[in-house]
């Protein structure tokens, strides 16, 4: 079945870019997402992009996708304080329309 | 605010008993999905409706049940609750069928199990 992998933890300092990376295994997936959520809160949608699409750039945030391996990646310049969140790639399942979600990658931002 | 509320948002309760999770989708939106989240497994996939009717199904267990009104306002019905069940359960909705433009989810309710 689907599977996205991500890795737990990146550690930045403040001003420095971050990348969360993420791999997934549906190539038929058509949106792949990246959603925020921080402590005690509901998950917010960041950006998405298309599968026709290799790059995307929303202000601080470019997503980067590579379908021949199946790689997306989040980076955030200029990372700040208030950055501090867990970070989730999802894949839409193709059929079904329901967001299939990583293990969330834990950015902590040192001042 | 997201547009999508849940109710209550903190839920303790005993081994056994059956408790009730309401979500009121942003409004226009038509389709509701509902995830567990805990620990250990991540966020999982339970039930997704879409206009009333149910359009997929993921890891729900057959003690939890869910549904969507003509209202499309839904509810999560867990049962015969067990400690493991502790979790935030999220509802998110999108406008369509599909969700192409991703999901908006609410702030979850927290359920602990004692």
């Known amino acids: 079945g689907e599977d996205v992998e991500q890795s737990l933890f990146l550690s930045v300092r403040e001003g420095d870019s971050s990348v969360i990376n993420c791999t997934y295994t549906d190539s038929s997936s058509t949106y792949l997402y990246w959603y925020k959520q921080e402590p005690g809160a509901g998950l917010q949608l960041l950006t998405y992009i298309f599968s026709n699409m290799d790059m995307k750039q929303d202000q601080r945030l470019t997503v980067l996708l590579n379908k021949k391996d199946k790689h997306l990646s989040l980076r955030i310049a200029d990372t700040q304080t208030g950055d501090s969140a867990i970070y989730f790639c999802a894949e839409m399942e193709n059929q079904g329309g329901k967001l299939i979600f990583g293990q969330g990658t834990e950015l902590s931002v040192k001042p | 605010d997201s547009g999508v509320t849940q109710t209550p948002k903190h839920l303790i309760t005993a081994t056994g008993q059956r408790v009730t999770l309401r979500c009121s989708p942003r409004s226009g939106d038509l389709s509701v999905y509902w995830y567990q989240q805990s620990l250990d497994q991540g966020l999982q996939f339970l039930i997704q409706y879409y206009n009333g009717e149910e359009r997929a199904k993921g890891n729900i267990l057959e003690r939890f049940s869910a549904q969507q009104f003509p209202d499309l306002h839904s509810e999560l019905n867990l049962s015969s609750l067990e400690l493991g069940d502790s979790a935030l359960y999220f509802c998110?909705?999108?406008?369509?069928?599909?969700?192409?433009?991703?999901?908006?989810f609410g702030s979850g309710t927290r359920l602990t199990v004692v």
């Open positions: 998110a909705s999108s406008e369509s069928f599909g969700g192409a433009r991703g999901y908006t």
